[in-house]
């Protein structure tokens, strides 16, 4: 995302002036092929591991697995987006962009392992671990979990309008670079 280095640098206009959707010029600008090679990959390799493993995986789980890991990556996404949002009105954001980043560490634990730990902590480390929890139980369970799968892709809907409106409604901060 170089949105925060657009916006500094004056680029941000040009986007402004074209007649396509603003973010989504600002998201996709910079990406490479390389993410979406890794993307599949790791899917890829996910799908052998548990074949070897011998665990009993029906072609629907691997569906609704492949969807829960794009739903993951989407969220994940909006997140770095709404805090590079902030560039707006704050300037150059680019630190919360990196703290962002590191937030991914937590997604290697389960929400589980942190159900004990004071309010704050859960605030932010169960909706980033949920992000890796709900694709993986989705595989290890033997009954495919439909309720926890429909509140994940709710939940995913709601935050993808709350950063549309949070975008918008910071966009009229936005003064030019130039």
Known sequence: MYLGRNIINGQFDFYLLRPIDTQFLSSFRGGGMHNLIALIFGI???????????????PF????????????????????FAIMTLSFKYGDAAELFYLAFNFQDIMRYPAESFFKAPIMLLLIAVPFSALSTVPAMILKSSLFPFKEFAVFVSLSIVFNFLVRIFWISQLKFYTSGS
């Not at 493993?53 to 029906?58: A, F, H, K, M, R």
């Open 44 to 58: 890829a390799l996910t799908i052998v591991a548990i074949s070897n493993l011998g665990i009993n995986v029906t």
């Open 61 to 80: 789980t691997y569906i609704f697995f492949i969807l829960a890991i794009i739903i993951s990556i989407l969220d994940f996404y909006n997140l770095l």
